[in-house]
C-alpha cells in the first residue's frame, strides 16, 4: 500500500472550514483514497473516499489533485464534536486491509 | 445505519489465560477483519477473513492468535495464551466492497 503523510496536528475555529492535507505521492492507479477518523478511543470511522473524481456527501467533500499525489479533506462547517484524529488511507477496494498511519490530530476550537 | 458489534466491551485476563473476543459484523457483509491498537499508537492490521478463510495476516498476527465464523453471524478472535504486550484495544471491522465499517473495540487488559 501507498505510504501517506500528514501533519501531525491541526486547529480549526468553530463554524469555519477544516481542510486536512495528505500527500501520497507513490499512490498506484488502482488504489483509493480514504479519510477515517477516530474519536478518542472509538473505532474508526468511515467519512469518505474517491479515486481520481471530488467527492462530497453529508460529512466532508474530498479533493484529490489531478496527478493524484494529494488530496485534501473538508469539513465544511467544523464542529466541537469533529475533533478526533483524521486518517488518510491509501488501499485498494474490496478485501485489502487498512494501514493507518499517525494521523493528523485536528482539534476545534470554540 | 447499521453498526459492526463486538463484546466484551471490557476483558480483564490473566497472562497465559485464553481468551475469546466477539464481533458481530454487518449482515450481508463478506470481508471481516481485525484489527488493534496498544494505548497510544497507531491501529495495526492483524488479520483479514473472507470467504471462511484467512486472506491476509500480519507479523502480529502469530500462532497464538487465530480466528473464526462459528456460524452465520459471529466473527470471534482467539488469543491462546495472552501475554502483557497483547494488551490493547482490538477492533474488528466488516466491508461489503469499499468502505470498511469498525466495531466500538473490546478493550483486553492483560495482568
Known amino acids: 500500500d501507498a505510504k501517506t503523510t500528514q501533519p501531525p496536528s491541526m486547529d480549526c475555529a468553530e463554524g469555519r472550514a477544516a481542510n486536512l492535507p495528505c500527500n501520497h505521492s507513490t499512490i498506484s492507479g488502482n488504489e483509493y483514497v480514504y479519510w477515517y477518523r477516530q474519536i478518542h478511543s472509538q473505532g474508526p470511522q468511515y467519512i469518505i473516499h474517491?479515486?481520481?473524481n471530488n467527492e462530497t456527501n453529508e460529512m466532508a467533500s474530498l479533493i484529490i489533485t489531478e496527478d493524484r499525489k494529494s488530496s485534501t479533506l473538508i469539513l465544511p462547517h467544523a464542529t466541537l464534536r469533529d475533533t478526533a484524529v483524521y486518517y488518510c488511507?491509501?488501499?485498494?477496494?474490496?478485501?485489502?486491509?487498512?494501514?493507518f498511519g499517525d494521523g493528523t490530530t485536528l482539534t476545534v476550537k470554540p | 445505519e447499521p453498526e459492526v458489534t463486538q463484546t466484551p466491551s471490557h476483558q480483564v485476563t490473566q497472562m497465559g489465560q485464553e481468551v475469546i473476543l466477539r464481533c458481530v459484523p454487518i449482515?450481508?457483509?463478506?470481508?471481516f477483519y481485525w484489527y488493534r491498537q496498544i494505548l497510544g499508537q497507531k491501529v495495526e492490521f492483524l488479520v483479514s477473513?473472507?470467504?471462511?478463510?484467512?486472506?491476509?495476516k500480519s507479523e502480529i498476527f502469530d500462532d497464538q492468535f487465530s480466528v473464526e465464523r462459528p456460524d452465520g453471524s459471529n466473527f470471534t478472535l482467539k488469543i491462546r495464551s495472552t501475554k502483557l504486550e497483547d494488551s490493547a484495544m482490538y477492533f474488528c471491522?466488516?466491508?461489503?466492497?469499499?468502505?470498511?465499517?469498525f466495531g466500538p473495540g473490546t478493550r483486553l487488559t492483560v495482568t
Open positions: 488511507i491509501v488501499r485498494v477496494e474490496r478485501r485489502s486491509k487498512s494501514t
Open positions: 474517491g479515486l481520481k
Open positions: 477473513f473472507y470467504n471462511n478463510e484467512i486472506s491476509e
Open positions: 449482515s450481508n457483509h463478506l470481508y
Open positions: 471491522a466488516s466491508s461489503e466492497s469499499s468502505k470498511q465499517y
